[in-house]
């Protein structure tokens, strides 16, 4: 019965302690829900403080400026009667100066004062033609242009007109670079800076006839490009009409980004980017063109667009410069170390280090990274440059052979005498050439000239096995003359002995010549790349 008893008080205490602790647990999370929701309220408490003092600070901004907005219309109001005045001013006063133009004889004689006739008369045609006969003189032209076009009566509508006849002539085919040249001149001339608008001849706004004019041929030049290809001089034409008339919103992003991307390397290019609002892609643009390998382009586009914390340009040019290494030396290696090889991968590094010089300079990046090795290897390749093109010069000059009578030797007779103009002159004999532009097989000198030659209508000439003139002539042959580099004489056939040479042993009333040392010849050699870092 006890025991009973000890066993229900148990189960009874037990049953207890197991509802205490299901009300400990259950007021706990009501505790840490209250808090929760203490915490919560609270955020939403600062967060409506917080929007309720921006509201107000907005409200009062939006005051400020609708009164600003306000006075501004009222000016506008209140100048408008000035403003059409001195607008009619302006008209009548530039169709009186186009009209007196008009009157006066087309004279050429003076480049500024016809630059501004011609744009007076609004005669974009002859306009064109104009700038083309004067393709010599760009550089003073570009000047005179930009004074000239502000002159006219319309200048939008004429730089149009002129861009307008050149799709034209693009769609023909006719006369499409000139025109591409003459009419990049006038862009630029129209939008001295692409991205700046306030400095465009005719202020921020044009008239909307114009805007949709320049629309519409915008959108025929896309058209075009997809039918022909498509030259960077063009690419940027485009871009700077696009960004000079407003006209970003026409045109899918994603065409002009690729546009950018495609003519990187265009000087306006970086500058223009910055103008169409590409936002963030503008960095994905920078990425694109480092894995291109168009370091140097990043460089400027990241200096345009403020992201040269992001894209380092230090670091850019010394990769640059590591590829552009790598590359030279591939280009080597690919043709075998031979002349043109050499040339290419010689070409290939100056122009690199040349464009590095260039970023660094424009950048004023000189105490960053140091430009003094880069000059010295460019002098050296420049000079490489040099004399191996003279070398190339000089043997491929015309050489007079050296003859001998039949008794004579190369160290006896009287020393060569000049012959005189109209013997040197003469039709006697030929000159030299190669017959093509392929360069020779490279052996020796000794073997080169160890092989007698045919001329033609001749006998047989043997060459000496030595570096001299063997004194008899008439050897049979004993080797093609194919082995021989690919040059091919030819000699008057008047006068001409069964053992192949003039009875009088001289050419053009020479008594004799000296004999020629074919081991004087340089061969070919690559040229090894000092090294120099970085």
């Known amino acids: 019965m006890t025991t009973e008893l000890s066993t229900i008080k148990t189960e009874r205490v037990e049953k207890l302690f197991e509802d205490l602790e299901a009300q400990r647990t259950i007021l706990s999370s009501c505790t840490q829900l209250f808090t929760a929701l203490t915490s919560h309220f609270t955020i939403l408490q600062d967060s409506l403080n917080q929007k309720s003092k921006s509201l107000e600070s907005k409200f009062v901004s939006l005051g400020s400026t609708s009164l600003q907005s306000f006075q501004s219309l009222t000016h506008r109001e209140n100048s408008i009667c000035d403003r059409e005045s001195a607008a009619v001013k302006l008209v009548n006063d530039k169709t009186a100066v186009a009209l007196a133009e008009l009157q006066k004889p087309a004279k050429f004689t003076d480049l500024s004062e016809s630059l501004k006739s011609l744009c007076l008369r609004m005669d974009s045609s002859l306009l ?59 862009v630029q001339a129209m939008f001295p800076e692409g991205n700046n608008r306030e400095k465009a001849v005719g202020g921020l706004e044009y008239a909307r006839s114009i805007v949709e004019r320049a629309a ?24 700077q009409m696009v960004v000079g008339f407003g006209l970003n919103s026409r045109f899918d992003q994603d065409f002009l980004r690729k546009l950018v991307v495609d003519f990187a390397s265009r000087r306006d290019m970086a500058k223009l980017a910055t103008n169409f609002g590409f936002g ?27 992201l040269t914390e992001r894209f380092p340009p230090v670091s850019l040019l010394k990769s640059h410069l590591r590829n552009s290494k790598k590359n030279s030396t591939n280009a080597l290696k690919n043709g075998n170390y031979n002349n043109i090889a050499t040339d290419e991968s010689n070409n290939m590094e100056l122009t ?13 990046l000189e105490s960053e ?91 047989v000439y043997e060459g000496s096995t030595t570096a001299h003139y063997a004194s008899g002539y008439g050897v049979p042959h004993t080797q093609s003359p194919a082995a021989i580099s690919q040059q091919h004489y030819t000699l008057p056939v008047d006068n001409v002995g069964a053992a192949g040479f003039r009875a009088s042993g001289s050419y053009g009333g020479q008594s004799s010549y000296g004999a020629y040392d074919y081991s004087s010849a340089v061969p070919p050699s690559s040229y090894q790349s000092s090294s120099y870092k970085q």
């Open 128 to 186: 064109l033609k104009f700038i083309i006969s004067k393709r010599k003189e760009s550089m003073t032209l570009r000047a005179e242009i930009s004074r000239a076009i502000r002159e006219s009566v319309d200048a939008p509508r004429l730089v149009l007109d002129a861009v307008d006849e050149f799709l034209v002539q693009k769609a023909e085919g006719v006369g499409v670079t000139d025109k591409r040249w003459a009419c990049g001149m006038l």
């Open 216 to 239: 519409g041929i915008l959108k025929r030049w896309k058209e075009q490009m997809g039918e022909a290809e498509l030259s960077p001089a063009e690419a940027v034409m485009f871009l």
């Open 369 to 459: 990274f140091s430009i003094d090795s880069l000059k010295k290897r460019a002098s050296q390749l420049e000079k490489s440059k040099s004399e191996r093109k003279k070398s190339s010069v000089t043997n491929t000059k015309p050489q007079n052979k050296r003859c001998h009578g039949a008794s004579s030797s190369r160290g006896s007779g009287p020393p060569p005498l000049r012959p005189s103009k109209a013997a040197k002159f003469s039709n006697s004999y030929r000159s030299l050439g190669r017959r093509n532009a392929a360069p020779p097989a490279q052996l020796s000198p000794a073997a080169r000239y160890s092989v007698p030659y045919n001329y033609p209508n001749q006998g």
């Open 352 to 364: 690199s280090i040349k464009a590095i010089i260039k970023c660094v300079e424009d950048h004023k």
């Open 280 to 306: 963030e892609k503008l960095a994905d643009i920078i990425d694109e063109l480092v894995k291109n390998g168009k370091e140097i382009e990043a460089v400027y586009f990241a200096s345009e667009s403020g």
